[in-house]
């Protein structure tokens, strides 16, 4: 028999984000001759709709403040607006999502009673669909909970200690209900673990993936191009490798050389001598990021070493599906560090070493002018499609509900 899944998130297309594509993949590559899938989230107005299978519940957050929904591209004007905008109503307001919550609370138990709903999943960040599911857990304990968390709660760097107080009061209430909590890598899975009192809760890896086919190709451009996809953000910026590239220009001004930043917002300085080296191109649809990737003859990945482990960046599975060399300044001790390296996808630099940057770029143009083949570990890259890693999400829900 059929086993009843209902997913619960704020995060849904056409929202778009990542979360929205881990919660999609989830709903997509769930087994449907295992299980019926549901899927609970955030909508202007109350709805249902059914797509591929997957019946979708949308209800609205009636609230006077509420945060405004990203479900297509705008300027840059607007979109930094709506982005102070919700950081007002995070701050000044105890839930943004209270009217959500309130509402779901309202609507889902005589749901759960009606499709004989056996298993709930909820997707954190923000915290409304795990305080959703918490309390229909409460009044229906025999529901089997998994708990999927794609950032750090209580242990965030930076929280306000009002906040942090307030992440481990709930974190410490799902350890006492969740039968199991999923998590993005395998440091922030360990993270929460020795949070946790509770021997009987399950945790568990599911990575973030990419959702295409691989699809290699040969042909180098006439210019090595390395193109960035994807907005800079908090300390992420392409300072370093932009004075890297810089010297490399000083000593050597004939390589010729593109560098893309696609979707990016120019907050940084290009030196002179890269100005007609640097291409910055508007936001794209994902389809036309993708196909940029593709074409390019390498990619660049920017994450600084700043204390945080587990982070492998959204981008970065993509980046691997392309099947082009990353150039990857990473915390070099960390998880992303470690899939390039046993991918054998690229080259890798600590963000502050700029000597090493320098000499990464000369080995990734070196190959690109040799025409050097590169062989991938296509069996490391494909076990990172979302299908495969959502087969994971599948054992674990065997695993709940094999509990006694």
Same mark, same amino acid.
């Given at each position: 028999?059929?086993?009843?899944?209902?997913?619960?998130?704020?995060?849904?297309?056409?929202?778009?984000?990542?979360?929205?594509?881990?919660?999609?993949?989830?709903?997509?590559?769930?087994?449907?001759?295992?299980?019926?899938?549901?899927?609970?989230?955030?909508?202007?107005?109350?709805?249902?709709?059914?797509?591929?299978?997957?019946?979708?519940?949308?209800?609205?957050? +009636?609230?006077?403040?509420?945060? %405004?929904?990203?479900?297509?591209?705008?300027?840059?004007?607007?979109?930094?607006?709506?982005?102070?905008?919700?950081?007002?109503?995070?701050?000044?307001?105890?839930?943004?999502?209270?009217?959500?919550?309130?509402?779901? =609370?309202?609507?889902?138990?005589?749901?759960?009673?009606?499709?004989?709903?056996?298993?709930?999943?909820?997707?954190?960040?923000?915290?409304?669909?795990?305080?959703?599911?918490?309390?229909?857990?409460?009044?229906?304990?025999?529901?089997?909970?998994?708990?999927?968390?794609?950032?750090?709660?209580?242990?965030? %760097?930076? =929280?306000?200690?009002?906040?942090?107080?307030?992440?481990?009061?709930?974190?410490?209430?799902?350890?006492?209900?969740?039968?199991?909590?999923?998590?993005? *890598?395998?440091?922030?899975?360990?993270?929460?673990?020795?949070?946790?009192? $509770?021997?009987?809760?399950?945790?568990?890896?599911?990575?973030?993936?990419?959702?295409?086919?691989?699809? @290699?190709?040969? *042909? $180098?451009?006439?210019?090595?191009?390395?193109?960035?996809?994807?907005?800079?953000?908090?300390?992420?910026?392409?300072? $370093?490798? %932009?004075?890297?590239?810089?010297?490399?220009?000083?000593?050597? $001004?004939?390589?010729?050389?593109?560098?893309?930043?696609?979707?990016?917002?120019?907050?940084?300085?290009?030196?002179?001598?890269?100005?007609?080296?640097?291409?910055?191109?508007?936001?794209?649809?994902?389809?036309?990021?993708?196909?940029?990737?593709?074409?390019?003859?390498?990619?660049?990945?920017?994450?600084?070493?700043?204390?945080?482990?587990?982070?492998?960046?959204?981008?970065?599975? @993509?980046?691997?599906?392309?099947?082009?060399?990353?150039?990857?300044?990473?915390?070099?001790?960390?998880?992303? *560090?470690? =899939?390039?390296?046993?991918?054998?996808?690229?080259?890798?630099?600590?963000?502050?070493?700029?000597?090493?940057?320098?000499?990464? =770029?000369?080995?990734?143009?070196?190959?690109?002018?040799?025409?050097?083949?590169?062989?991938?570990?296509? +069996?490391?890259?494909?076990?990172?499609?979302?299908? @495969?890693?959502?087969?994971?999400?599948?054992?674990?829900?065997?695993?709940?509900?094999?509990?006694?």
């Amino acid at each position: 028999m059929k086993k009843n899944i209902l997913i619960i998130s704020i995060y849904y297309p056409p929202i778009q984000s990542i979360a929205s594509n881990r919660i999609y993949s989830f709903a997509k590559y769930l087994d449907k001759e295992k299980y019926n899938v549901y899927v609970h989230t955030l909508g202007n107005e109350n709805s249902v709709e059914s797509d591929d299978d997957i019946v979708v519940q949308r209800v609205k957050n +009636d609230v006077l403040f509420r945060p %405004l929904l990203f479900t297509k591209r705008t300027n840059k004007f607007i979109h930094y607006s709506k982005v102070i905008y919700n950081k007002f109503v995070k701050y000044f307001f105890e839930d943004e999502y209270r009217g959500w919550i309130s509402e779901s =609370l309202d609507i889902l138990p005589q749901f759960i009673k009606e499709k004989n709903i056996d298993i709930l999943i909820s997707s954190y960040a923000p915290t409304a669909p795990h305080s959703v599911a918490l309390e229909l857990k409460k009044e229906f304990p025999y529901l089997k909970w998994i708990a999927d968390m794609r950032d750090e709660m209580s242990q965030s %760097l930076g =929280l306000p200690l009002k906040l942090k107080e307030k992440y481990q009061k709930l974190e410490n209430e799902i350890f006492t209900y969740v039968n199991a909590m999923t998590s993005v *890598s395998k440091p922030l899975v360990d993270e929460f673990a020795s949070l946790s009192s $509770n021997q009987n809760v399950i945790f568990r890896e599911i990575r973030n993936g990419y959702d295409f086919k691989l699809e @290699e190709r040969k *042909s $180098n451009n006439d210019v090595f191009t390395i193109s960035y996809t994807g907005n800079f953000y908090g300390d992420i910026n392409p300072t $370093n490798f %932009l004075k890297a590239l810089n010297n490399l220009f000083q000593k050597d $001004n004939r390589k010729k050389i593109l560098i893309q930043f696609v979707g990016v917002k120019t907050h940084f300085e290009i030196p002179d001598l890269l100005k007609d080296k640097v291409k910055v191109i508007a936001s794209v649809k994902h389809s036309q990021a993708i196909e940029i990737m593709k074409k390019s003859d390498a990619l660049l990945l920017i994450h600084p070493t700043n204390g945080r482990k587990g982070v492998y960046t959204g981008k970065l599975f @993509e980046y691997l599906a392309s099947l082009k060399p990353i150039i990857a300044l990473i915390d070099e001790e960390d998880v992303a *560090s470690k =899939l390039i390296q046993e991918a054998n996808a690229g080259y890798i630099s600590d963000n502050t070493n700029i000597g090493k940057i320098e000499m990464i =770029l000369e080995e990734a143009h070196k190959e690109w002018k040799e025409k050097q083949k590169r062989e991938f570990n296509i +069996d490391i890259i494909k076990k990172h499609h979302r299908k @495969e890693q959502v087969k994971r999400l599948e054992k674990v829900i065997e695993e709940v509900c094999n509990e006694r």
